[in-house]
T-cell receptor
Framework: DVKVTQSSRYLVKRTGEKVFLECVQD?????MFWYRQDPGLGLRLIYF???????EKGDIPEGYSVSREKKERFSLILESASTNQTSMYLC????????????FGEGSRLTVL | AQSVSQHNHHVILSEAASLELGCNYS??????LFWYVQYPGQHLQLLLK??????LVKGIKGFEAEFIKSKFSFNLRKPSVQWSDTAEYFC???????????FGKGTRLHILP
């Protein structure tokens, strides 16, 4: 069974802290994505990666960075967390753009105080 | 930039009613289209997808969607809803040969027993 695992379900951080959100997939997928989900705004793409060490900005990359050193792992980094980054963060992977289907993790709910 | 519009933010229906959720996208080229569902407390999962061929696609749990290219639409339908269909539904699109997948803002569907 396919699995995307996000390391933290719930985090509480203070403004200015550095935050790491980890995501691991066990399906040997090429593509990995980070979205944030906010009520009334749906899912907004932050960054995605189509290969190891490759990354592309999504629609809202400001304030975020990513790292993909290994194929199975895609990390989202908030260099200096701010209150407007309080959100649900969703990691997803897909085999390729040809197949398209995204497999999602459970989500990481981040609260920045 | 491509975008996805979902017309209904919140829909309330009684069991056995028919359902149609609207979705329009802005990109004029070849696209792949998806509907995802998020049941309460669960992660997002694929309901159905359209890549090419028959514009009427069938998905899981009795859902179907019709791609109308001239209207840039991909509406989701179900002839008779059940209480268990209560969930949030997201339309998504990606341009052919592009790994980036963009989501709409979602529609919350509430089925009254």
């Amino acid at each position: 069974d396919v699995k995307v695992t996000q390391s933290s379900r719930y985090l509480v951080k203070r403004t200015g802290e550095k935050v790491f959100l980890e995501c691991v997939q066990d399906m040997d997928h090429e593509n990995m994505f980070w979205y944030r989900q906010d009520p009334g705004l749906g899912l907004r793409l932050i960054y995605f990666s189509y290969d190891v060490k490759m990354k592309e900005k999504g629609d809202i990359p400001e304030g975020y960075s990513v790292s993909r050193e290994k194929k199975e792992r895609f990390s989202l980094i908030l260099e200096s967390a701010s209150t407007n980054q309080t959100s649900m963060y969703l990691c997803a992977s897909s085999l390729s753009s040809i197949t398209g289907e995204l497999f999602f993790g459970e989500g990481s709910r981040l609260t920045v105080l | 930039a491509q975008s996805v519009s979902q017309h209904n933010h919140h829909v309330i229906l009684s069991e056995a009613a028919s359902l149609e959720l609207g979705c329009n996208y802005s990109y004029g080229g070849t696209v792949n289209l998806f509907w995802y569902v998020q049941y309460p407390g669960q992660h997002l999962q694929l309901l159905l997808k359209y890549f090419s061929g028959d514009p009427l696609v069938k998905g899981i749990k009795g859902f179907e969607a019709e791609f109308i290219k001239s209207k840039f639409s991909f509406n989701l339908r179900k002839p008779s809803v059940q209480w268990s269909d209560t969930a949030e539904y997201f339309c998504a699109v990606n341009e052919e040969r592009d790994d980036k997948i963009i989501f709409g803002k979602g529609t919350r569907l509430h089925i009254l027993p």
